[in-house]
């Protein structure tokens, strides 16, 4: 019998996510992803005033920060029919935009470079041919041969200690490492650069929403009164400091994390042909130049690609009963209709059924329920969701600066088109789209400080905020593509209280188990797709496609009781 290879956590953040991988010789046949972390939001949220939802779907996760406040007070808006002034709409979008540079960067150096880079290795490079190389590569200022020396001099004192710190518990001296000595030194540089350049970043998230993470929200607008001749208020002061803030963050963006992607992608050239799996990838589009209820505005268009096909562009539909739809055939809840057929999420149902063995345990079971994480399909349709969704739909919709991009890193690294349907495709993709909303920032703070010119400090529209105001029974869907991907809330209000309440996360399209039908999700998929292992025992090939999804299980799981009291617990060696 072929063996069976588990990674359990394979995330370098959080944990809660399992991978199985069922082998024949040294290729993986068939890969299962389990959810192993039981939490909740939506019964918490039962009954609860729609206003307040925002604060506790928050705290769904705390590295996305913003991403599910966003969600949930658009969802409350959509229910209620409001549009929110102009100027909440820019510093949404700047408030969003932030939250994605900040998150593929970090993600990059911090959790998916030490994939490919060996972090001892480094130990061995030429501080001067390190400094050649990254001077050959980008004007980045911190590129001497002393400044190398520094870095490679505190690696040392690391592994001299008999201990690595922060790049403990890796792979090292896999064979399957390939960049020399000197490209390793260098990214292990910037791994370190990163962490001082983020911390200033997320003070951007503090200007407008108050605090990082978990910025505040509000229904109607933003919380961020414009005053230029206050200090409790958005003045001219921030304003400024808004503006240095994306200087860095363009900047670095175009002088290291840019050239380090290409500069790494090039050693590992087969890893655009394995990693894609299902080819169908969906997005819910987000960024509008007016409003929300203006789909046609968004820099992230709409729509779903089936089939690798970038000539047709399929319409998402959310008020469609049969279109988004959760399963659980193969998680362990139940739905009072049946586990065999799916249910659109303003119908949704969260019971609780753990039926799995007693943990720890040695295997899933694979045949029955496997993980807490539901199956989302669209149309029936396993879907991939992400920065390579995003791109795809944004080079499919005949965006200009998209195309230009992509051809260029196509270009350079010698690839075909079919080389983004990979791997490394998603993790150059999630590149792209970074520097694409770095340039991005400057037009939305450029429109917030041309209407204040004008006379328009308005953020908040005061009229949506009571209740009373709002009608009996309606329904709403918050939607925005979250760093990780598609990210929809839905809520249903009967009298000024939360009915129902459901989020469709972007790591639960992507880390479904499979359904009724036995479709895979994505990480399922990626990794039955041309994957061989060197060493079964350091399965770096798994953390390499699984990573470049950036997982946070976190937000993808579902449930406690009504009074927030643990049902289950769940441990895993």
């Not at 409003?291 to 820099?299: A, H, I, T, V």
Request: glycine letters at 8%; charged letters at 20%.
């Amino acid at each position: 019998m072929n063996a069976r290879v588990v990674v359990d956590p394979i995330t370098r953040i959080e944990g809660h996510l399992r991978i199985e991988a069922q082998m024949d010789g040294d290729r993986i046949a068939q890969a299962y992803s389990s959810g192993t972390m039981v939490r909740g939001i939506e019964i918490i949220l039962r009954d609860r005033d729609p206003r307040d939802a925002w604060a506790f779907t928050q705290r769904i996760c705390g590295v996305c920060t913003l991403v599910h406040g966003m969600a949930s007070i658009r969802a409350v808006e959509n229910a209620i029919g409001a549009k929110v002034p102009p100027n909440a709409e820019l510093i949404r979008n700047l408030m969003i935009g932030a939250q994605y540079i900040h998150d593929h960067v970090m993600h990059f150096y911090h959790l998916h470079a030490l994939d490919w880079v060996d972090v001892v290795s480094a130990l061995s490079a030429d501080p001067v041919k390190t400094s050649e190389l990254a001077q050959s590569l980008s004007s980045y200022p911190r590129s001497s041969a002393g400044y190398f020396r520094d870095v490679q001099t505190k690696v040392a004192e690391f592994v001299e200690a008999g201990q690595l710190g922060i790049f403990a518990k890796a792979y090292w001296g896999h064979p399957e490492y390939r960049l020399p000595p000197e490209a390793n030194l260098m990214a292990v540089a910037h791994y370190l650069d990163a962490l001082t350049w983020q911390r200033d970043v997320a003070r951007l998230h503090a200007i407008f929403g108050g605090k990082n993470p978990h910025p505040n929200f509000v229904i109607g607008g933003v919380p961020s009164p414009i005053d230029l001749n206050s200090d409790s208020a958005i003045n001219s002061k921030r304003l400024s400091q808004v503006q240095d803030i994306i200087n860095s963050m363009k900047a670095f963006v175009e002088q290291v994390y840019v050239p380090d992607t290409l500069a790494i992608a090039s050693f590992y050239k087969d890893w655009f042909a394995r990693g894609e799996g299902l080819g169908n990838f969906l997005c819910v589009g987000d960024l509008p130049s007016s409003s929300m209820s203006e789909p046609d505005s968004f820099l992230f268009p709409r729509g779903v690609i089936l089939d690798r096909d970038l000539s047709t562009i399929h319409e998402v539909q959310f008020d469609d009963p049969e279109g988004i739809q959760e399963f659980v055939a193969h998680s362990w809840y139940d739905y009072s209709s049946g586990n065999e057929s799916g249910l659109h999420p303003w119908t949704g149902e969260t019971n609780l059924n753990y039926t799995g063995p007693e943990p720890p345990y040695e295997h899933l079971d694979i045949d029955q329920s496997y993980s807490w994480l539901k199956s989302p399909r669209w149309h029936g349709k396993a879907m991939e969701v992400g920065p390579l969704a995003r791109v795809l739909l944004l080079y499919a919709s005949g965006h200009e600066p998209t195309q230009a991009l992509v051809q260029q890193t196509l270009a350079q690294l010698e690839l075909p088109i079919e080389a983004v349907f990979s791997t490394l495709g998603r993790t150059a993709a999630r590149t792209l789209e970074t520097a694409i909303l770095a340039g991005a920032m400057q037009g939305w703070l450029d429109g917030l400080i041309g209407n204040i010119k004008a006379g328009n400090t308005r953020t908040f529209d005061e009229t949506l905020w009571e209740p009373s105001t709002w009608p009996k029974s309606c329904q709403g869907v918050g939607v925005m593509e979250a760093p990780r991907g598609a990210l929809s809330h839905w809520v249903v209000i009967e009298n000024g209280k939360i009915a129902n309440y459901q989020a469709i996360v972007p790591s639960t399209w992507n880390a479904g188990p499979r359904d009724a039908n036995g479709q895979p999700g994505a990480y399922e998929a990626a990794l039955q797709d041309r994957h061989a292992m060197v060493n079964p025992e350091q399965p770096l090939e798994i953390l390499r496609t699984i990573h470049s999804f950036d997982p946070c299980i976190a937000c993808a799981v579902h449930v406690t009781d009504p009074n927030g009291e643990e049902l289950v617990q769940v441990k895993v060696n």
